[in-house]
C-alpha cells in the first residue's frame, strides 16, 4: 500500500514539477536523504556580451528563448528530466525541501565595454506622417501559434533590464521650444510719402557741327510753248461729239462695252476737258504719227461673235468646238457622263448640238474596212461609243443618244443620200424606185428650230476601197439651212423634210434627177468652206463647161457662204488672192487670170477661146505662198508685182471640164 501511494506521490510530484518548469523554477519535492538531486553541468565559459545589461541579481536576460524560461544547454536535443523524489509513508517525518545550486558568479571582463554612439537630436529623427510610431526591435512582439509549447510574450511581462535598453522620446515641453520669428507687418499705404529733396545737376551737352549741303545747280529755262501745226488735232468744242466711224460688228452687240464707258448703253465718245494748269494755256497737242488708225483696227478686229447671231454660217463656234476635243473617247466611262460633261458649260441648244457634233469628228472613225467588203452589222450606241468605228448609222444613234441625255429633241433620220457611191443619170435614163443608203440627225436647236445636221459627213470622207478614212472637218454639214441640205438627203419619213420656206417637200423624182442641166462643178471638199465661200454660189453650176456659145466670153463667179461672213472674224485670217487657171488657144499656153473682188463676190470676164482644148480642166486656185510668205492679205498690186518674179504655191478650189 505504501509503495502504490509512493507511486502516485511520485506522478503528482512528476506533474508539480512540470508545471513549475513552465514558469522557470525548480520543481519542490521532498526528498529522502538517500537521494539528491543531480548536478548541473558545469557552464561554458562564454564571453560577456556588451549588448546585454547587467541586472542586480546577477542573472543574463537572453532572448533566444521562448516566453521568460531561460537557454539551458541541450544534451543530443532533449532536456534532463527533473528530479524524482520518491514520497515516504505517511508516519515518515516530513520532507525538506532543497533549493535549487545557486550560479557561479560572473567574472569581470578584462575588456572595457565600448562605448555608446552619442545620441542623436530628437529634431533628426524623421517622422512619418501617419498613425504608426518609430520601429524598434523591442515594439514589434509577434505571437506564437496555440499549437506552441511557449507563452505569448506581453508588455506586463518585460523586465527592467529591457526598459532599460529602451530608447525614449523626450517629453514635449512647449516652454521649451524656440520662440517664432516676428510677424512681418505689411506698410502702411496710407503713409505719407517722404518728399523728395531737389538736387541741382550739371547737364552733359554735346557738341555737333553743322555742316551746310552743296548748293544745288540752278534748273535750266523752260522751253518756249510749241507752236501750232497743221498736224495737231483741231480743238472742238466740249459738247461736240468727233465724227463716228463706218459701223462695225463690235456695234451690233459682239462685243460688249465697259459699264464705265456707256452712258444709258451707248458709247461714251465724248472728249475729257482739257488739263488746266492754272495759266489757262492748252496742253501741247499729240502728233498724228502715233494716232492709230481705223483701218488697221479693222485688220485686228475681235474674232469671237455673238452666241445668239440667228446665222450659223458667221456664227462663232470656237469655244465649243476646243471644249470637244477635251474628252477622248478613250477615257469616257459613261455615255450619261460625256453627255452631261460635254453640254453642262453651254446654256444654248444650238452649242450643245455643235459640242456632240464636232466630239464625233474627233473620236470616231468610219469603218471602211466594212463598208467596203459589204459587211455591216448593226450597231448601238454603247458599241459605237466602244469600238470608235461606225458608219453612217452609227454616227446617227450616237448622236442622238448624247442629246436625249444633254436635254436636246433630236431624232435619227433615214433616206438616201447623195455620197460617195451616188453618180448622177444620164440624159434619158429610168429614174430608179425610192430606196435608203444613208442616215442623219434632226435636231432642235435655239427658237425651237428642228436643224437638219451630218455627223457622219461632218467627220470626214473616204477615197476609195483600200485607202484609209481621212478624218477632215467638215462643219457645212451642220451650219447649212435645211434647204441647201435637201438637195443631197430625202428622208424616208416625209415630215422630216423640215424645210424653212418655199415648198414643205419635194418628190423623189425631181431629188434624183436633180437640176436637169446635168452633173454640178466639182469643189474640193474642206478648201472653199474654209475661205467662207458658198458651195452653191458657183458660176457656170454645171462639170462641163462647152467651148462652142453664142457668148465670146465666159464668166466665172462666186460669193461668200454670208454677206456679213467676216475671213478674219470668222476664217483663218485675211483673205487669199484667187486665180483661174487657162491653157490658151492650142493648150499649151498655161496662165493665170486674177479674180476681181468687191469683198463679197469674186468674178472675172475670160474669152472662151484662151480657155484651151476639149477635155482640158479649167480650175479655181487660191494663192497661198509668195516665196517664203503666206499669201493671205497679198492683194491684186501684191499679186501683180510678185506674178512671174517669185515662187507661188497654189490650193484648189473649183474645177470645170472643157467640152
Not at 521649451?176 to 538736387?199: E, F, H, Y
Not at 465724227?243 to 462695225?248: E, L, T
Not at 431624232?411 to 425610192?434: Q, R
Not at 460669193?559 to 475671213?567: D, F, G, Q
Request: glycine residues 8%.
Amino acid at each position: 500500500m505504501s509503495e502504490e501511494a509512493s507511486q502516485v506521490q511520485s506522478i503528482q510530484a512528476r506533474i508539480a514539477a512540470l508545471n513549475l518548469g513552465q514558469v522557470g523554477r525548480a520543481p519542490i519535492t521532498p526528498t529522502s536523504s538517500s537521494l539528491r538531486a543531480p548536478s548541473k553541468p558545469s557552464y561554458d565559459q562564454r564571453r560577456n556580451s556588451a549588448n546585454i545589461p547587467v541586472v542586480q541579481d546577477r542573472q543574463l536576460v537572453l532572448t533566444n528563448g521562448i516566453g521568460n524560461e531561460p537557454n539551458a544547454p541541450q544534451r543530443g536535443g532533449v532536456l534532463p528530466p527533473p528530479a524524482i523524489t520518491r514520497a515516504s509513508n505517511s508516519n515518515s517525518p516530513s520532507t525538506k525541501l532543497i533549493a535549487p545550486p545557486r550560479l557561479p558568479p560572473r567574472r569581470p571582463s578584462a575588456q572595457p565595454s565600448p562605448a555608446l554612439p552619442p545620441r542623436r537630436p530628437s529634431d533628426q529623427i524623421s517622422r512619418r506622417g501617419s498613425n504608426e510610431s518609430i520601429s524598434s526591435a523591442i515594439s514589434t512582439i509577434s505571437t506564437i501559434s496555440a499549437l506552441s509549447t511557449g507563452t505569448a510574450r506581453t508588455p506586463c511581462s518585460r523586465t527592467s533590464s529591457v526598459d532599460a535598453g529602451r530608447v525614449l522620446f523626450p517629453v514635449y515641453d512647449p516652454s521649451t521650444l524656440p520662440p517664432l520669428p516676428p510677424k512681418r507687418l505689411q506698410p502702411d499705404k496710407k503713409a505719407a510719402r517722404i518728399p523728395l529733396k531737389s538736387a541741382k545737376s550739371t547737364p552733359i551737352v554735346v557738341t555737333t557741327e553743322l555742316i551746310t549741303p552743296p548748293s544745288t545747280p540752278p534748273l535750266p529755262p523752260r522751253l518756249p510753248l510749241r507752236k501750232p501745226s497743221s498736224n495737231t488735232i483741231r480743238n472742238l468744242p466740249q459738247d461736240e461729239a468727233p465724227p463716228m466711224p463706218a459701223r462695225s460688228a463690235l456695234s451690233f452687240g459682239m462685243n460688249k462695252a465697259n459699264a464705265s464707258n456707256t452712258i444709258n448703253g451707248a458709247l461714251n465718245t465724248r472728249t475729257p476737258s482739257p488739263i488746266t494748269n492754272g495759266t489757262n494755256q492748252a496742253p501741247p497737242p499729240v502728233p498724228l504719227a502715233s494716232r492709230p488708225e481705223y483701218s488697221k483696227n479693222q485688220a485686228t478686229e475681235f474674232t469671237k461673235t455673238s452666241s445668239a447671231s440667228p446665222c450659223l454660217k458667221c456664227r462663232d463656234f470656237s469655244f465649243p468646238d476646243a471644249h470637244a476635243a477635251k474628252f477622248p473617247r478613250q477615257c469616257v466611262p459613261s455615255l450619261d457622263w460625256l453627255a452631261t460633261h460635254l453640254t453642262a458649260p453651254f446654256p444654248s441648244r444650238t452649242d450643245k448640238a455643235r459640242t456632240i457634233f464636232t466630239w464625233l469628228h474627233h473620236n470616231i472613225s468610219y469603218d471602211v474596212v466594212a463598208f467596203f467588203n459589204n459587211a455591216v452589222q448593226p450597231s448601238t450606241p454603247a458599241s459605237t461609243l466602244s469600238t470608235g468605228l461606225a458608219v453612217c448609222e452609227g454616227y446617227a444613234g450616237l448622236f442622238t443618244a448624247l442629246a436625249s441625255k444633254a436635254g436636246l429633241e433630236s431624232l435619227v433620220v433615214g433616206g438616201h443620200g447623195k455620197g460617195f457611191s451616188f453618180a448622177f443619170l444620164p440624159p434619158n435614163a429610168p429614174i430608179p424606185s425610192e430606196y435608203s443608203t444613208h442616215a442623219w440627225n434632226a435636231v432642235k436647236i435655239d427658237a425651237d428650230e428642228w436643224k437638219l445636221i451630218d455627223c457622219c459627213w461632218g467627220a470626214g470622207n473616204v477615197s476609195g476601197k483600200g485607202q484609209p478614212y481621212n478624218k477632215a472637218f467638215c462643219p457645212r454639214h451642220f451650219t447649212m439651212d435645211n434647204n441647201e441640205f435637201g438637195l443631197r438627203h430625202f428622208p424616208s419619213n416625209k415630215s422630216h423634210f423640215f424645210r424653212t420656206h418655199g415648198r414643205a417637200r419635194i418628190p423623189w423624182e425631181e431629188y434624183i434627177v436633180g437640176d436637169r442641166g446635168g452633173e454640178l462643178l466639182r469643189i474640193y471638199s474642206g478648201a472653199a468652206e474654209k475661205e467662207g465661200i458658198s458651195e452653191t454660189a458657183f458660176h457656170p453650176k454645171y462639170l462641163n463647161l462647152p467651148l462652142s456659145d453664142r457668148s465670146p466670153l465666159a464668166r466665172f463667179q462666186f460669193s461668200k457662204v454670208c454677206p456679213h461672213w467676216h475671213p478674219v472674224r470668222n476664217g483663218q485670217g485675211k483673205p487669199y488672192e484667187f486665180v483661174l487657171a487657162v491653157h490658151g488657144p492650142d493648150g499649151k499656153d498655161d496662165d493665170f487670170v486674177l479674180f476681181e473682188t468687191d469683198g463679197n463676190i469674186w468674178w472675172v470676164d475670160v474669152e472662151r477661146r484662151v480657155l484651151g482644148t476639149r477635155g482640158q480642166t479649167v480650175s479655181v486656185f487660191a494663192v497661198t505662198t509668195v516665196g517664203d510668205a503666206s499669201g493671205r492679205g497679198l492683194g491684186g498690186d501684191g499679186y501683180r508685182r510678185a506674178n512671174g518674179r517669185q515662187g507661188m504655191g497654189f490650193q484648189g478650189i473649183a474645177a470645170w471640164v472643157l467640152v
